[in-house]
């Protein structure tokens, strides 16, 4: 008999717990589907920089670093005041780093020693955003084609008795004895 007492408060609970799921998906763009339904965006990293060199993604996606240059390569993400960065990996050839997952709106840099950087951008209100992460084709080196110099037009002969630069010529009448 003690149980019915307790019914109404547990329904009331009930209640404000599913208002309050629908408050927070109304407000933060919660997502209720599974884990696999979020994506992981691979960004690869060489001597030249990184591949994308920007990343736009979901909230809830995932990225992950690989090295696809010779030698060693550190990655990290600087922090603010001071603090040591915040991943920081030194990745070999062929190396993935740990696995990076986004759950809220924020802009990343992540850098190498080289001073090369990449940005990652999650959308700050909801996943309503084109994602964009895809690697880039490589930008082909142009073929250095020689310029042609113009030849230079020969200065025409200074005038008999000239000594100086530019030298004046006046009109002349010419006597032939008549």
Known sequence: MRGHRYRPLMA???LAATLAGGVSLAFFGARTDSVSAYDRYLIEVNEQGFNPRTCRINRGDEIQFKNVGNSPI???KPQIGGLPPDPDWT???GQLSTVISYTAGTTDRYLTDGGHVV????PPRSNTWQVSCAREA???TPTPTPTATPTGVPAPP????CWGNGCAVAPNLAVDGE
Do not use: G
Not at 119 to 122: C, G, K
């Open 138 to 140: 490589p930008t082909p």
């Open 91 to 93: 990745l070999e050839p």
């Open 74 to 76: 550190r990655v990290y």
């Open 158 to 161: 200074k005038p008999a008795r």
């Open 12 to 14: 009331a609970l009930a």
């Open 119 to 122: 940005e990652v951008l999650t």
